[in-house]
């Protein structure tokens, strides 16, 4: 793949902020017709996380013309840059301010575009990227052709609190408390790969987050991710409210197509299906033997889901018009 470094400028949490983004494109060359995708990381994670399901996406012949992923403010290369802000004492973040991060990508790199673009996000990742249609007029038609959600964090407000798994309970507790320094990549690879839920992840995903998700200082080496910001969808989750009305706004204009892994573990079924409960999408697919770190887990599988939805978008409709962002 080709792929280029971009920095999208932010302004909504209160003080100036920047993302970063990266576009692939394949090697070979590209088709003239398809789709532009922009992939949304989950808490604690950041944009590289997405290369294998990209790499998946082009080796197969899907119809993408370009992909990109971005980091949230506090996550990845970005938390890297804004170090100084967002280590402050009292800084917030929410998740319209990664949403915001996706819309300006799109309206900075994408504005005039003939390809239709499709939002995939995941976890805490799909609630900003539900949201992205926010930033943009409620007369307009949403600029993008459709939305598809990883197993996202997106519940009714009459969820909060009420069936939260084991596993989310103790994320609460255990994430802010995690370590955060080794003495070397090599070591951070050893340690977490032999437990959960590193241990879990497709190869190529733990060695991406091993070169991506630490960075080096006079100890070794760091989590980019400071666990204060990674806890904050767990422990806030009216996050998990917000992108709600949006969606129920959006799913009748455009495709709105969920994804979850077949075992529940992070998310009840219960806490799942309170999004499903009165609402139609244009399809709820679960992926086998995964959880809610699909991502993590099954990078292919989910890269096969992907192609299928495109697949199915592409004998729908492709329209080709001029993309005003």
């Known amino acids: 793949m080709n792929v280029t470094q971009f920095i999208v400028d932010t302004y909504g949490a209160g003080t100036p902020l920047v993302s970063t983004a ?3 494109r394949p090697s070979s060359t590209a088709t003239k017709k398809g789709y532009i995708l922009i992939f949304a990381h989950g808490t604690g994670f950041h944009k590289e996380h997405w290369e294998p399901i990209i790499e998946r996406l082009y080796a197969h012949g899907g119809p993408v013309v370009e992909a990109w992923a971005i980091d949230a403010q506090t996550h990845g ?3 890297t840059l804004n170090r100084d802000a967002i280590d402050e ?3 917030t973040y ?6 915001e ?7 900075t790199h994408l504005n005039g575009t003939r390809h239709p673009i499709v939002l995939v996000g995941h976890s805490a990742g799909a609630a900003s990227a539900a949201l992205v249609p926010s930033f943009y007029g409620q007369s307009r038609t949403p600029p993008f052709s459709a939305l598809i959600l990883v197993e996202p964090a997106i519940w009714p407000g009459s969820m909060i609190g009420m069936a939260d798994s084991l596993a989310y309970k103790l994320a609460c507790v255990a994430i802010p408390r995690r370590r955060t320094t080794w003495r070397s990549r ?3 690879r050893k340690d977490l790969g032999r437990r959960a839920p590193w241990g879990t992840w497709d190869k190529r995903i733990l060695d991406l987050y091993v070169e991506h998700g630490f960075e080096e200082d006079k100890e070794g080496v760091s989590l980019r991710c400071n666990p204060v910001h990674e806890t904050q969808p767990f422990i806030n989750q009216i996050n998990a409210v917000y992108p709600v009305a949006e969606l129920d706004k959006l799913r009748k204009k455009v495709p709105v197509h969920l994804v979850y892994g077949e075992r529940n573990d992070l998310f009840t079924r219960e806490k799942q299906e309170s999004l499903l409960r009165g609402r139609r999408f244009a399809s709820v697919i679960r992926i086998p033997g995964a959880g809610h770190l699909v991502v993590q887990e099954a990078p292919d ?3 096969d889901v992907l192609l299928s939805i495109l697949g199915g978008l592409e004998n729908q409709r492709y329209v080709e018009r001029e993309y005003v962002l």
């Open 101 to 107: 991060a996706c819309a300006n990508l799109c309206k």
């Open 77 to 79: 290369a970005a938390a």
């Open 301 to 303: 599988a989910v890269g």
């Open 186 to 188: 090599d070591a951070v």
């Open 89 to 91: 004492p009292g800084f």
């Open 94 to 99: 929410s998740s319209y301010h990664f949403a």
């Open 22 to 24: 990266k576009r692939y």
